[in-house]
């Protein structure tokens, strides 16, 4: 699965999938879809407008109405969401060349993370799902009071393009726990995989009308669908400013909830006493890990004055093997950014670092494979300062920015002067130093001596402009439902 001539081999859906069956968009228009790594075409992809998403909620609510999903008992949708996952494990490796070929991930990521990850999600909710129980109020004999939770209805889930099956799988796989019938609005830079996931579902033959899919651009069906009335949940993960306009649009439609995961511009505080070699190996994975296209990207290092060089010299030594590659290489560990748009605006930011005054240690320039693709090195700025544009704003893209503290306190306002509130991390190994830290820092979550670690049982969304929802956990299945209060008075 190293070389080129796999992808000729994969055959994937390319039409919406509405109703149980792959369509095409009503206009017949399509996109084109480009490997990034060698800007050559990898399908004409369906797409859909508001017409579109008329079709996909009308058979999501009947689907819902009729009962086929939410109607069953926990236990039996477990044992169908156990189905599908069972199904996204075998086709592990379609789906991670997918990611691959479609958003210029590195295979080796794709097959160690995503595609298992994508199953891991699904099975986790599945089997989930009939262990939650609902409640009896403490109430006098006279009555008998139920809290219970039914689903909520319709689902549109729209997800970004940087893990795109891993996104879709913390979106639907709980909507889908819960009873609700979900659509699925992957991003116009990455839509193979959903679709992909669109073709396990009908294979597995699954109820149709509960799981759709809706290729296409924002402003046609992501708006569509946060405007339309008959969409009782919107949840979100991408920007900022797309999540603030989807909750303008809730509002003037039908007061649709609204869970968002939003931008991150993470700091990672490395003290004086901290594993060194540990933490600079991580902070470099934490930054150009998926070419830095991730939204908990440990964008912003802290460092305390006294190891400032030490670590950074630590970080540099390791950057030969962090140079962009063929991302169908599995020995590659930063392939291409998704399209040349995300590179240009990354390369903005780079100019605009070297314009205000920051110092470039390293990389900085786009690359080319075979005189093609939208690469870049891994860029580091060090000499920061917290008004610069690439101290304040999110990147999106393999770009690191280094700043000094001397206190403690310091580098908790540092950390905290930010529009977002995603994740942090603290490198102490004085447990006092550690615990203090992460109590103080205003981010969803927070690592203490690693980056990004955590699994399913925790947890994931941000403070500030970084949401105010979660992913992952038993609190993801409490967003997709209605809480019921049911007072029964006793003669």
């Known amino acids: 699965m190293t070389d080129s001539s796999h992808s000729q081999q994969l055959e994937f859906p390319t039409q919406a999938f509405i109703n149980g069956e792959f369509v095409d968009a009503i206009d017949g228009r399509r996109f084109a879809s480009i490997n990034p790594a060698t800007e050559a075409l990898l399908a004409e992809v369906a797409q859909c407008d508001a017409a579109d998403v008329e079709l996909a909620v009308s058979a999501a609510r009947a689907a819902f109405e009729q009962r086929v999903w939410a109607g069953l008992a926990p236990a039996e949708r477990k044992a169908a969401l156990l189905k599908f996952a069972d199904a996204i494990e075998q086709q592990r490796d379609q789906l991670a060349l997918l990611e691959c070929l479609d958003m210029g991930k590195p295979l080796a990521d794709a097959l160690g993370y995503d595609a298992p990850a994508t199953a891991r999600c699904v099975r986790w909710n599945a089997e989930a799902i009939d262990k939650v129980y609902d409640e009896v109020a403490p109430v006098g004999d006279g009555a008998l009071a139920l809290v219970t939770r039914e689903a909520l209805g319709v689902v549109a889930a729209i997800v970004p393009w940087n893990f795109p099956s891993v996104m879709a799988a913390w979106k639907l796989a709980p909507a889908l726990a819960t009873g609700n019938s979900v659509i699925l609005k992957p991003s116009e830079k990455s839509p193979l995989t959903a679709l992909y996931l669109a073709k396990l579902w009908q294979q597995c033959e699954l109820p149709a009308g509960v799981f759709n ?65 540990k933490a600079a190996a991580s902070a470099v994975g934490a930054i150009f890990y998926n070419q830095g296209e991730v939204c908990t990207a440990g964008s912003r290092l802290l460092v305390e004055r006294s190891v400032h060089q030490a670590l950074l010299d630590k ?34 930011y780079i100019e605009s670092g070297k314009q205000q005054g920051a110092k470039l240690v390293c990389g900085g320039e786009a690359v080319q494979i075979d005189s093609k693709g939208y690469f870049l090195q891994p860029t580091i700025f060090d000499g920061v300062s917290p008004e610069m544009q690439v101290w304040q704003e999110e990147i999106f893209g393999p770009v690191l920015s280094v700043v000094c503290f001397d206190t403690a306190d310091e580098a908790i306002a540092l950390a905290n002067d930010s529009v977002y509130g995603l994740a942090a991390g603290v490198w102490s190994s004085n447990v006092n130093t550690a615990i203090q830290c992460s109590r ?3 981010a969803g979550t927070v690592f203490v001596n690693n980056w990004d670690g955590g699994d399913m049982t925790m947890p994931f969304g941000g403070f500030k402009q970084s949401g105010n929802g979660r992913d992952k956990s038993l609190h993801a299945l409490e967003k997709y439902t209605e809480l019921k209060s049911t007072w029964i008075e006793l003669t």
């Open 213 to 277: 899919v809706l290729p296409g651009f924002g402003h046609e069906v992501g708006k569509a669908l946060a405007l339309h009335p008959d969409v009782d949940c919107l949840t979100f993960t991408g920007s900022t400013a797309t999540g603030k306009q989807l909750m303008v649009y809730a509002g003037q439609s039908n007061l649709k909830r609204v869970f968002s995961e939003c931008g991150g511009k993470s700091p990672n505080i490395v003290f004086a006493d901290a594993d060194l070699d």
């Open 315 to 348: 970080m540099l030594a390791q950057l030969d093997g962090w140079q962009p590659g063929d991302p169908q290489s599995l020995a590659t560990r930063m392939g291409a950014m998704v399209d040349k748009a995300q590179l240009e605006r990354v390369l903005e």
């Open 440 to 442: 103080q820092l205003r």
